[in-house]
């Protein structure tokens, strides 16, 4: 008989495993329980009854923790089927074929799925990606997501902004077992996607039921400390361009040979990127001290947008514009964190788990070039596990140039830094600005390209300066806290005031060599 307590769930409550006898596997609009079963030696069994071939996509990608990319004419289609023992590929086929859709994949090695640090991710499929589409149609795929939809949502104060369709963020009463809660969230109907026990969290799916029914029954189970919407944030407008800037030259690349004579004066000290992930860059290579790709699962963060990457070279100043300034040489290390998908777009759940755990790595600093318009209890939770684990936080306050809050800058655990314009000396046209961001830096840095240098100019690139320069302040002067530092910005920092009369940010616009200089 077939074990209805699904190995994903199964896996990630370890010792747990023999809480329940049978229990059915549901998702979000399923007509009828999917079951999905996969064996000590990797093959698969499935009873899936009026489903559909995006349901049945969506439990292989969240057993495998696959990326699915899927023709949206597939998703909704039929799928009857009963088989037991078959490889994922073979399964695939049974399931496809008959709908005259293919299915391509592409694997990696087994050793690449170790679980970043603490082993608090679990994930050891054979693919990590696969593209299903009628043959000759390869260009209608777009990201699955895992079969999650976005959908807008109408905030109290009348903002609108995106959320994952059907799916809430749970948070664990401190006195409550795990295990209950499970057991009461299943036997009520709902899907427990993931459970983080560090956090104490689980992301849950709710189906098509009505969002104020389901906190009525989350209210009334007393189980649960808090529950919000699944929101998705990304990178902050973009702003690149490719003027050049008379002070950025026209420099060769640092050579690997170049980067490693450089002095060790900052070596020791990590800024962990999260962000898009990083590709091959010479000068950057040998400065990277380990990585994670939080959307694929894998310890290969490879950067599909380039943003992680152009991030990366202004945190490690690889044209050493920052040397020129400051007179100091660079050798930081770098550990880059792939939390945004090829979309460019981030959930919270997401970005969470990879703050959280980036708390517990070796990191020094952790850079944020992103930004959102939600407050999220589950975001501030994770932020709060860094900052308490002594790392400093800095993130970008967003480019839309208005005083609009954005988060994780706008939290106090959280250095947040808006844009200023080197050429006028004023905060940038387009940067957010306001009494919630802290400082404002220099929006403009290098971003790797091959037959021209272009220019990162945004609050991202301002994120990453400061990343850099708080890198080497706490070289010359290891464990300074957030206070001490903030109290240092504000004495290198000259108060400025945006258009309209409001303060750019409550230290003003610093002036990085100051800083540095000052913290000998």
């Not at 064996?39 to 439990?59: M, P």
């Not at 036997?187 to 969002?211: C, I, K, P, Q």
């Not at 387009?430 to 830096?441: L, R, T």
Request: hydrophobic share 40%.
């Amino acid at each position: 008989m077939m074990n209805r307590f699904g190995n994903r769930v199964r896996r990630r409550l370890g010792a747990m495993g023999a809480l329940v006898g049978v229990l059915s596997v549901l998702c979000s609009g399923w007509a009828a329980p999917l079951i999905l079963e996969r064996s000590e030696d990797g093959y698969l069994s499935l009873d899936a009854q009026e489903a559909t071939v995006g349901s049945t996509l969506r439990a292989l990608g969240l057993e495998f923790g696959v990326e699915i990319w899927l023709d949206p004419e597939a998703a909704e289609l039929p799928v009857n089927l009963t088989v037991e023992h078959r490889s994922p590929q073979e399964l695939l086929r049974e399931m496809l074929d008959p709908l005259g859709f293919v299915v391509e994949w592409e694997r990696f090695a087994p050793e690449a799925t170790k679980a970043f640090e603490r082993r608090l991710l679990w994930n050891d499929a054979w693919m990590k990606r696969l593209q299903v589409f009628r043959p000759g149609h390869r260009a209608a795929v777009r990201p699955f997501l895992g079969g999650r939809e976005l959908v807008e949502i109408t905030l109290a104060d009348g903002r609108k902004v995106l959320a994952v369709k059907g799916e809430i963020l749970l948070r664990l009463n401190p006195e409550v077992d795990a295990r209950m809660a499970i057991a009461w969230l299943l036997a009520n109907g709902f899907e427990v996607l993931n459970h983080h026990s560090g956090m104490g969290t689980m992301r849950v799916s709710v189906g098509d039921r009505a969002m104020e029914l389901v906190r009525a029954l989350l209210s009334e189970s007393g189980l649960f400390g808090y529950d919000e919407p699944h929101y998705v944030t990304s990178l902050p407008k973009s702003t690149q361009g490719s003027f050049l800037g008379s002070s950025y030259g026209s420099e060769a690349w640092l050579s690997p040979e170049a980067a490693a004579a450089l002095s060790s004066q900052s070596r020791g000290v990590q800024v962990a990127i999260v962000d898009s992930g990083l590709n091959s860059v010479p000068g950057l290579n040998e400065r990277v001290v380990g990585g994670f790709d939080f959307v694929e699962g894998d310890t290969d963060p490879q950067d599909s947008l380039g943003h992680g990457t152009s991030m990366a070279a202004i945190v490690g100043d690889l044209y050493g514009e920052q040397m020129r300034e400051s007179g100091i040489e660079n050798q930081l290390g770098l550990l880059p964190i792939r939390v945004l998908a090829e979309d460019g777009l981030t959930d919270y759940w997401t970005l969470s788990q990879a703050i959280w755990n980036v708390g517990e790595s070796s990191a020094d600093v952790i850079n944020l070039s992103l930004s959102g318009t939600v407050d999220s209890e589950l975001l501030h939770q994770a932020v709060l596990h860094a900052y308490e684990n002594g790392k400093i936080l800095i993130a970008s306050a967003g480019n839309s140039g208005t005083a609009e809050v954005n988060y994780p800058a706008a939290y106090p655990e959280v250095i947040g830094v808006a844009g200023a314009d080197a050429r006028t000396g004023m905060v940038a046209e387009y940067s957010n600005y306001g009494d919630w961001v802290d400082v404002a830096y220099t929006g403009q840095g290098v971003i790797p390209g091959t037959d021209s240098r272009m220019i990162s100019f945004g609050t991202s690139a301002a994120a990453a300066r400061l990343s850099s320069t708080i890198g080497l302040l706490l070289a010359q002067e290891p464990g300074l806290g957030l206070e001490e530092i903030r109290a240092r910005l504000r004495t290198a920092s000259t108060p400025a005031t945006a258009a309209d009369g409001t303060p750019v940010s409550q230290m003003g616009i610093l002036d990085g060599a100051a800083l540095l200089k000052g913290g000998k």
